[in-house]
């Protein structure tokens, strides 16, 4: 697991910058209601996304929350007043007071099926009946794009995704949420060099290969010996689903 503390200055330049935060803004507005007057964006991260939010939703009340005091402080400087350190599985509100709740690249980053649980648990508890939770899933996923990168890395070990669809949905059924739309982006800017890929190896951003592992060092070896190494390949596709609370 990455040190977000550490990464919050430069995460937004690792990961596809203002272009891939516009099409996650444009993808999850889709799914948010006209006339939504208060939104939550947990694990809001730097705040690159949720200001879009804001911004496209004048009328509403955004607020951001994220559990690592880095991310939040850089959201701060975007979204002044409006950020909340918060933990994602225990949240600081009452229940009931959102008409929509989102989480963009959340719940992949989290380690055991009962954190996401209690993910998904806080985002229904907060959320209004009727009202809208929209989330990102099988992430992991997305980054398999068919390329020779992914030819070199498809025998690495690899954890259970902990945001796949059918398991977020029926995290999601269980507290009265029930599937309401779903959508698509690309991840601008994400599309994946081999050069890019051995580096991002060596610095754990592989879960189950950490740095310094002889397996590791091996999937980079073959992955420098790819051609074109500066030549990103195709972006990800990202998916989200939206849920509506039962009213």
């Given at each position: 697991m990455l040190d977000y503390d550490k990464?919050?200055?430069?995460?937004?330049?690792?990961?596809?910058?203002?272009?891939?935060?516009?099409?996650?803004?444009?993808a999850v507005l889709g799914l948010i209601p006209a006339d939504t007057r208060r939104l939550l964006d947990v694990g809001?991260?730097?705040?690159?996304?949720?200001?879009?939010?804001?911004?496209?939703?004048?009328a509403a009340s955004v607020t951001g929350?994220?559990?690592?005091?880095?991310?939040?402080?850089?959201?701060a400087v975007r979204l002044p007043g409006a950020i909340v350190l918060a933990d994602s599985r225990a949240l600081p509100f009452p229940d009931a007071v959102f008409d929509a709740v989102t989480s963009v690249w959340l719940l992949h980053l989290l380690d055991r099926p009962e954190d996401v649980?209690?993910?998904?648990?806080?985002?229904?508890?907060?959320?209004?009946?009727?009202?809208?939770y929209v989330t990102t899933v099988d992430k992991a996923a997305a980054h398999d794009v068919g390329s020779d990168i992914d030819a070199v890395?498809?025998?690495?070990?690899?954890?259970?995704?902990?945001?796949?669809a059918p398991l977020v949905e029926s995290y999601a059924a269980a507290h009265l949420?029930?599937?309401?739309?779903?959508?698509?982006?690309?991840?601008?800017?994400?599309?994946?060099?081999p050069r890019r890929t051995a580096a991002d190896l060596r610095r754990g951003w592989f879960t189950l290969l950490p740095p310094g592992d002889p397996l590791t060092e091996r999937f980079a070896a073959r992955l420098e010996e790819l051609p074109d190494q500066e030549l990103p390949r195709?972006?990800?596709?990202?998916?989200?689903?939206?849920?509506?609370?039962?009213?």
């Open positions: 990464e919050a200055d430069v995460y937004d330049a690792s990961r596809g910058g203002e272009p891939r935060a516009a099409a996650a803004a444009d809001c991260g730097t705040g690159i996304v949720t200001r879009r939010l804001a911004a496209a939703r004048p929350a994220d559990l690592t005091y880095g991310m939040a402080r850089t959201a649980r209690a993910v998904v648990a806080e985002c229904a508890r907060v959320l209004r009946p009727g009202g809208v890395l498809a025998p690495r070990p690899r954890r259970p995704a902990p945001d796949a949420l029930h599937p309401a739309g779903q959508a698509r982006f690309p991840g601008r800017g994400q599309g994946r060099s195709a972006d990800p596709v990202f998916s989200v689903r939206s849920f509506q609370k039962a009213g």
